[in-house]
């Protein structure tokens, strides 16, 4: 008698704890449901299913202007003090070799390459250089990145990679300078660099005037 009596006990612990747990999940789904303002009139509550990520950049132009109006800008440095010198130098060895060409930073690389490969221009079209010197038609001819100590982090190496292959098809130099360089070790570069363009340009010309020189002249 005993043994029933402790069975009975047992069984109406278990059955009293599972409806003391449903009626415990019922009223927090209720609670939940309140909160969301979720009714049978109002089934959908105040939930968006498809929620607008809050971050997502506006492309209307008047939303930009209402965005841009209430918000507030501070100025940025364009390069860095290290960054600055390597400009600084490379303005340095213009100056010196004489030369028109101009000193261009930050410079995005999907201005001033193209490919006839929509998939290679988008892997490229967002890259910056650092520095860019240019022609005085504006023809790029060198590409300058400063690498600093913490530089070679993650991806670095690969990204850098991208660049420049994609820098290299196109025919314009690149160089790299890290914290060991001085500033007129990027002088000394850039001269270089300046006397085999000029070479280049003076081979060139030579060569289209000797072709000039042999040219047939037309029966009269």
Same mark, same amino acid.
């Given at each position: 008698?005993?043994?029933?009596?402790?069975?009975?006990?047992?069984?109406?612990?278990?059955?009293?704890?599972?409806?003391?747990?449903?009626?415990?999940?019922?009223?927090?789904?209720?609670?939940?449901?309140?909160?969301?303002?979720?009714?049978?009139?109002?089934?959908?509550?105040?939930?968006?299913?498809?929620?607008?990520?809050?971050?997502?950049?506006?492309?209307?132009? *008047?939303?930009?202007?209402?965005?841009?109006?209430?918000?507030?800008?501070?100025?940025?440095?364009?390069? =860095?003090?290290?960054?600055?010198?390597?400009?600084?130098?490379?303005?340095?060895?213009?100056?010196?070799?004489?030369?028109?060409?101009?000193?261009?930073?930050? @410079?995005?690389?999907?201005? @001033?390459?193209? =490919?006839?490969?929509?998939?290679?221009?988008?892997?490229?079209?967002?890259?910056?250089?650092?520095?860019?010197?240019?022609? =005085?038609?504006?023809?790029?001819?060198?590409?300058?990145?400063?690498?600093?100590?913490?530089?070679?982090?993650?991806?670095?190496?690969?990204?850098?990679?991208?660049?420049?292959?994609?820098?290299?098809?196109?025919?314009?130099?690149?160089?790299?300078?890290?914290?060991?360089?001085?500033?007129?070790?990027? @002088?000394?570069?850039?001269?270089?660099?300046?006397?085999?363009?000029?070479?280049?340009?003076?081979?060139?010309?030579?060569?289209?005037?000797?072709?000039?020189?042999?040219?047939?002249? *037309?029966?009269?």
């Amino acid at each position: 008698m005993a043994d029933h009596y402790l069975f009975a006990l047992l069984f109406g612990s278990l059955v009293t704890g599972i409806y003391l747990e449903r009626w415990r999940a019922l009223w927090a789904k209720r609670k939940w449901l309140a909160k969301q303002g979720i009714t049978k009139q109002n089934p959908k509550g105040n939930l968006s299913w498809f929620p607008k990520p809050a971050n997502s950049p506006a492309t209307d132009p *008047a939303e930009q202007l209402r965005i841009v109006t209430g918000a507030s800008f501070e100025k940025r440095r364009l390069l =860095s003090k290290s960054e600055a010198r390597v400009l600084y130098a490379a303005e340095k060895a213009i100056g010196q070799a004489k030369l028109t060409w101009r000193v261009m930073a930050q @410079v995005s690389l999907g201005e @001033v390459l193209s =490919s006839p490969d929509a998939s290679a221009y988008a892997a490229i079209n967002s890259k910056r250089v650092d520095i860019l010197i240019v022609s =005085s038609s504006g023809i790029p001819i060198t590409a300058i990145e400063y690498q600093g100590s913490g530089h070679y982090q993650g991806s670095a190496v690969t990204r850098d990679a991208v660049k420049k292959e994609a820098l290299r098809k196109a025919g314009v130099r690149y160089i790299e300078v890290t914290p060991e360089h001085n500033p007129d070790d990027l @002088v000394r570069e850039i001269l270089r660099i300046a006397k085999l363009e000029q070479e280049k340009t003076t081979s060139a010309t030579s060569h289209e005037q000797s072709v000039a020189c042999v040219t047939p002249t *037309a029966p009269t």
